[in-house]
């Protein structure tokens, strides 16, 4: 420990200007503004004591309502594979007019105010909205829904899923179509084998970021889901109750299992992506 200290403070083996002051500001800003706040966060449902915690692990609305955040974040993750593939796909490969306002149209879920994205698909997705309408007459309910919060879940995690697949997509060399077609591989193989196997670290990577957006998303969500407990409440708007009820601990209980389903589904992915890769020298 000491000599690993000793060989930080001189600077190691690196030649770059200012690099034990430039280390040493990125390690305390990143200790101040992430690693506290979490830390915090972890240690603020034990502070009235272990009972307290255990009364607010029996609490079925919280269990109902982190059910609904992670079943409808797992779903809207899966429905925005084969969407961001087919999107990446296009921004890459295809040569269709339009093709940069699409583009630019991919990042809109990023940039607009997330309670702007629900109150447009509550809007357009309410019995009487454009799209909704139509929709109720053939017996399909999506706003107010678990329905509307998946559609909801979907747009906000579009974004993530097409910007990690596009650049792997883009370094695919052309040259391993041609040759699998020269092989005698059939479309269906070369589509299976050559395009989709070194793209599937990064669905997984795309799939984890997703899902864990999801679980944390709040207000594109909360317009179109009725929030009705025990069927369309979510876990972050349960928070938001909690802290009107005064209820600091239950808040902060909800808020650590969400933290930690989120660090655990990441590592999970992790795991899962390192697993699968077809890059590495296991492969």
């Known amino acids: 420990m000491k000599k690993a200290f000793a060989l930080f403070w001189q600077g190691g083996d690196s030649t770059l200007p200012g690099y034990r ?3 040493t500001v990125t390690l305390v800003w990143t200790g101040f503004f992430i690693i506290l706040p979490l830390f915090a966060l972890a240690l603020r449902p034990w502070q009235n004591g272990f009972g307290m915690v255990l009364n607010e692990l029996h609490d079925t609305r919280m269990f109902a309502a982190l059910w609904t955040s992670f079943s409808s974040a797992v779903a809207a993750a899966l429905l925005n594979i084969p969407l961001g593939l087919f999107l990446a796909w296009m921004l ?16 809109l879920p990023l940039a607009i105010p997330t309670a702007v994205s629900g109150i447009t698909l509550a809007t357009l997705y309410s019995p009487r909205g454009w799209l909704g309408a139509p929709l109720s007459k053939i017996g399909i309910d999506v706003a107010y829904t678990r329905t509307g919060i998946v559609l909801a879940l979907m747009f906000v995690g579009l974004p993530f899923m097409v910007r990690t697949i596009e650049p792997v997509l883009k370094n695919l060399p052309h040259e391993l179509e041609e040759a699998a077609r020269l092989l005698g591989a059939r479309p269906r193989q070369v589509i299976g084998r050559v395009l989709l196997a070194p793209l599937i670290p990064t669905v997984i990577t795309g799939f984890g970021l997703a899902f864990a957006r999801g679980m944390g998303e709040y207000g594109s969500v909360i317009f179109i889901a009725g929030n009705q407990p025990f069927k369309s409440e979510i876990a972050p708007l349960l928070i938001v109750v909690r802290l009107q009820e005064f209820d600091y601990s239950g808040a902060t209980a909800i808020a650590l299992i969400l933290l930690l389903i989120s660090f655990l589904s990441l590592i999970f992915v992790g795991a899962v992506r390192k697993k699968l890769s077809v890059w590495t020298s296991a492969s």
């Not at 890459?92 to 990042?107: E, N, Q, T």
């Open 92 to 107: 890459v490969r295809g040569h269709l007019p339009g093709r940069k306002m699409a583009d630019a149209l991919i990042d």
């Open 21 to 23: 002051l430039s280390l």
